[in-house]
């Protein structure tokens, strides 16, 4: 079901706490768009060049004026860093040039934590960070998958507190990130999306083996997926785990991996590394030691 979004009784920033977004992606046009449909003062956008931020004020809604990153802090004083990992840092140095001297700025990444605005933080800018822990195919598409979703916070106490209220004002979950925390938080993240198609990939190979090529391996693995993932979500892994390994069943996993092996070096790797994965799941659930000690063995060997 749907999250729905309830409105704050209070915020600690006043009204004429300008927003700014540096960023025309889609997470800072959909964040920049959403929190001005929820009234928060969006005032400005920013991008490489005037050309790119017009068309995003379009997008985001009436009276967000297109600006350059030197222009930002005229405008604003709390700002959101929307761009690419290895641009934050040179965004924080351009606005420390600009004259930004106090507010608040948040960038967006997940792999890093207050390092790229270290410019900032050393003339009294109160800095932190704000993932929205999510996949953003565009940013219009960004209005609905933002609802709702957990958001990585860290930072300096008044920027990690703005960080706070944005995920609330958008009806999502907090996530408090250890200052050391971000890279492993976004290991994860990239576990559970970028892996997950990859591993569907696999086994849309798998079937292709089969016979069953193209749509119709798709739709015939999208009810697996969709259903595995939900059970996941509600019971947790070992709850949800079923299959060969959870069963113990040694003979149905010899007969994988001979099979696996036909189809190269590459595959037969990931099933043995994911079925050792698995095998760890399926002992936690109580799975008989000996048929897990005799799995562990068969997956290992020539692996």
């Given at each position: 079901m749907e999250a729905r979004y309830t409105p704050e009784p209070s915020s600690r920033f006043a009204p004429n706490d300008a927003i700014a977004v540096v960023g025309v992606g889609a997470v800072g046009l959909a964040l920049a768009r959403l929190l001005r449909e929820r009234g928060e003062p969006v005032v400005a956008v920013a991008a490489r060049n005037l050309e790119k931020a017009t068309e995003a004020v379009r997008f985001v809604g009436e009276k967000v004026r297109p600006c350059t990153v030197e222009e930002v802090p005229r405008w604003a004083n709390r700002i959101l860093i929307a761009v690419r990992d290895d641009a934050i840092a040179q965004v924080a140095m351009r606005l420390a040039e600009a004259g930004l001297r106090s507010g608040y700025v948040l960038h967006t990444s997940g792999t890093q934590g207050l390092e790229p605005l270290a410019p900032l933080r050393a003339i009294g800018v109160h800095c932190g960070v704000l993932h929205p822990l999510q996949t953003l195919p565009s940013a219009e598409l960004g209005l609905t998958l933002l609802r709702g979703v957990a958001f990585g916070v860290g930072g300096d106490s008044p920027a990690r507190e703005w960080a706070r209220e944005i995920a609330q004002r958008l009806g999502g979950r907090v996530l408090e990130v250890p200052d050391g925390g971000w890279p492993w938080y976004h290991m994860a993240a990239v576990v559970a999306s970028n892996f997950?198609?990859?591993?569907?990939?696999?086994?849309?190979?798998?079937?292709?083996?089969?016979?069953?090529?193209?749509?119709?391996?798709?739709?015939?693995?999208?009810?697996?997926?969709?259903?595995?993932?939900?059970?996941?979500v509600t019971m947790g892994p070992e709850r949800a785990l079923t299959g060969p390994i959870q069963r113990g069943d040694i003979s149905t996993v010899a007969r994988h991996l001979d099979l696996v092996q036909q189809a190269g070096p590459r595959l037969a790797m990931l099933y043995r590394a994911l079925g050792i994965h698995t095998l760890e799941i399926a002992r936690r659930r109580g799975l008989d030691p000996a048929a897990a000690e005799a799995l562990e063995q068969l997956l290992r060997q020539n692996g």
């Open positions: 997950l198609a990859a591993l569907l990939a696999c086994a849309l190979e798998l079937m292709h083996r089969a016979g069953i090529s193209g749509d119709a391996a798709l739709d015939a693995l999208g009810p697996l997926l969709m259903t595995t993932a939900r059970n996941v």
